[in-house]
Every structure is written in C-alpha cells, then in structure tokens.
T-cell receptor, first 113, second 112 residues
Framework: DAGVIQSPRHEVTEMGQEVTLRCKPI?????LFWYRQTMMRGLELLIY????????DSGMPEDRFSAKMPNASFSTLKIQPSEPRDSAVYFC???????????FGQGTRLTVV | QKEVEQDPGPLSVPEGAIVSLNCTYS??????FMWYRQYSRKGPELLMY????GNKEDGRFTAQVDKSSKYISLFIRDSQPSDSATYLC????????????FGKGTHLIIQP
C-alpha cells in the first residue's frame, strides 16, 4: 500500500483565498484524522471521521475551516477565506478500528501571505 | 495547561549514550500511550505503543507508562546519529476511532 497520500505537498496562497487540502487514506481504514502542526502549538487534532461520518470537530478553529469525507477513499479540508495565521503543516492520518496505530501522510505545508 | 506536556529540547547527546525522553499528562481517562518519531519535513511515524501502565521493549527502544504519576517515558539504548529526530508522545482515551492528543515533541540530536 502507498500509505496515506496528501496533496498538494506545498501550497502558497494569498490572504483571503480559498485553500483545499486533499487526503487519500490507506485502503480498508475507516477512521480518518486531520491534524495541524505549528511550532507554537505542536500537533493538534482538528477533526476526525469514522466510516465517513464526522465524529468530533471540536478542534476546528473557526467557521472558516470545513472538512468533508464524501467516500471512504477521499477527504478534503477547506479554508475559506485563508489568513496568515493559518500557515502550518496540515497532516492527514488514518487508522482501522481494530488497532490503535494511526498512519500519517507526509503533510501539506501551507503558507498564507 | 496542555493535556500532555513535553520538554521541547533540544536534547543533544553523544553517540552510544542512553537517551531518556519524558512526558506528563493530566487526563486520567487516557488509556493508550504512544511514541512517534518525526524526521524533518516528514510525517510522524509510530515507534511504540502501550496500553495502561507497564513497560514495552522493542530492540533499542523501551517505553514506560506510570499511570499513578501520569508519566510517560521512552528510553533509547546505544543511540545512533540516525535517531536524531523529533520525538512526540501521544495519548488517547480508547481504542478504535479516537483522536490522539500529542505533546509538542522533543528535538533529539545524537552527536557522532
């Protein structure tokens, strides 16, 4: 398996623009997580899905952030409008219910100027 | 106060030394405890996980959990320059679909 695949790897955008981050989880995994990593706050859970259903979105910072999982093999995290303080590395991870290991993607490095 | 506290370092030790990395946590509901390793510009990868209190050993790595003191440790024996990375402790409340709570990570440097 290719692992968790995220795209794009790098994104530079201007303040106010819409940004969409994409994730393909490992085939057969039914839990998907979005995390954000910054120097100041470390890795923070934004939202997680189980069987394509959002279970806990309490980590989503503002209404500008939204996430969807239309099917078991694809998820998006959207920021609209983007702000410079959204600059961070965004990670997607997936796991199966049967074990506790979450596998992470390589991340998307977002810079909002 | 964050739920999981971890000294960010950097921690610099000579090659071959024993390394001790530690975290404390505040939520008694945490049941699973993990250590992830993250190389620069890469995603975290799982090194060790334990359930409840106790020790777990895997090669040069040993993970310890003391739930009575809410203390998590990772020991690395015979440290190598390739062990240089950021080490993140993480916890979760239950098995299956439950998000992880991470420490901020300790940056470890092994000097050749």
């Amino acid at each position: 398996d290719a692992g968790v695949i995220q795209s794009p790897r790098h994104e530079v955008t201007e303040m106010g623009q819409e940004v969409t981050l994409r994730c393909k989880p490992i085939s057969g995994h039914n839990s998907l997580f979005w995390y954000r990593q910054t120097m100041m706050r470390g890795l923070e859970l934004l939202i997680y899905f189980n069987n394509n259903v959002p279970i806990d979105d309490s980590g989503m910072p503002e209404d500008r952030f939204s996430a969807k999982m239309p099917n078991a093999s694809f998820s998006t995290l959207k920021i609209q409008p983007s702000e410079p303080r959204d600059s961070a590395v965004y990670f997607c991870a997936s796991s199966s219910d049967a074990n506790t290991e979450a596998f992470f993607g390589q991340g998307t490095r977002l810079t909002v100027v | 106060q964050k739920e999981v506290e971890q000294d960010p370092g950097p921690l610099s030790v000579p090659e071959g030394a024993i390394v001790s990395l530690n975290c404390t946590y505040s939520n008694s509901a945490f049941q699973y405890f993990m250590w992830y390793r993250q190389y620069s510009r890469k995603g975290p990868e799982l090194l060790m996980y334990t359930y409840s209190s106790g020790n777990k050993e895997d090669g040069r790595f040993t993970a310890q959990v003391d739930k009575s003191s809410k203390y998590i440790s990772l020991f690395i024996r015979d440290s190598q320059p390739s062990d240089s990375a950021t080490y993140l402790c993480a916890t979760r409340r239950g098995g299956g679909a439950d998000g992880l709570t991470f420490g901020k990570g300790t940056h470890l440097i092994i000097q050749p």
